[in-house]
């Protein structure tokens, strides 16, 4: 049997995560466990997220001090069993048939081990002149987190999340299927959506996360 581990980190996201939760709920394809991790929030998010526990026992919550999405999300990770993990940033929606569809392209091909789809941004708000950066209104091929479906066994050879990148450590990670050649397969249908607003972790720099991912990447060159 098909079982999907769903993964969601949150700090502060009072204002999104019901509407993530609700997506994840509305999906036609229903043997899931959802596992969210509140990291740290100081808003109503834990009572939002316990509410939504309460009535559906395939929502699993826990809570931990602030350290980071990587942490949170490694620790679940750890956690589930189900033969496919997929992610869900708590800022982020689904398309109802996004899990579907993906685990359909699974079963035509059962060599593939990861599965994107398109992705269409959204902004949060009409204020968008105090935005830095908006939606774009094509839809994108889909290589966030919030996109993807891989099965779990490729944690043994891809491994988790390094803990000591805020940003750009879902890049970071990805990099490593992408260095070993394996077939990341993109659904050209739209079935992720990505939320733009001001407090996006895209939207603040960090410098030495970069730094380190590049010097990654670097040292990988010269190893060919």
């Not at 826990?62 to 350290?67: E, G, K, L, T, V």
């Not at 996004?98 to 081990?113: G, H, R, S, Y």
């Not at 999340?161 to 992408?178: K, N, Q, R, T």
């Amino acid at each position: 049997m098909i079982h999907v581990d769903i993964l969601t980190s949150v700090r502060n996201g009072e204002s999104y995560i019901l509407e993530a939760i609700q997506s994840v709920q509305k999906q036609t394809f229903s043997d899931w466990t959802y596992f969210i991790v509140d990291d740290g929030s100081t808003d109503n998010t834990k009572s939002i997220v316990e509410k939504q526990a309460l009535n559906d026992h395939r929502i699993h919550f826990s809570s931990q001090a602030a350290n980071g999405a990587s942490s949170a999300l490694n620790k679940v990770m750890k956690l589930g069993s189900g033969k496919f993990i997929s992610f869900i940033d708590a800022d982020d929606l689904w398309h109802p048939s996004k899990l579907k569809k993906q685990i359909e392209v699974f079963e035509k091909d059962a060599a593939l081990n990861f599965c994107f789809t398109m992705v269409e941004e959204f902004d949060e708000s009409k204020n968008l002149e105090f935005h830095s950066y908006r939606a774009r209104k094509e839809a994108l091929r889909g290589y966030i987190r919030s996109s993807l479906l891989f099965k779990r066994k490729m944690i043994e050879s891809v491994g988790y999340f390094d803990e000591e990148i805020a940003m750009g450590d879902f890049i970071d990670w990805l990099s490593e299927p992408i260095h070993r050649k394996e077939n990341l397969f993109v659904l050209e249908d739209v079935l992720t959506y990505r939320r733009v607003h001001g407090n996006n972790m895209t939207a603040f720099g960090d410098k030495q996360g970069y730094l380190k991912i590049l010097k990654k990447h670097l040292d990988r060159k010269k190893e060919l």
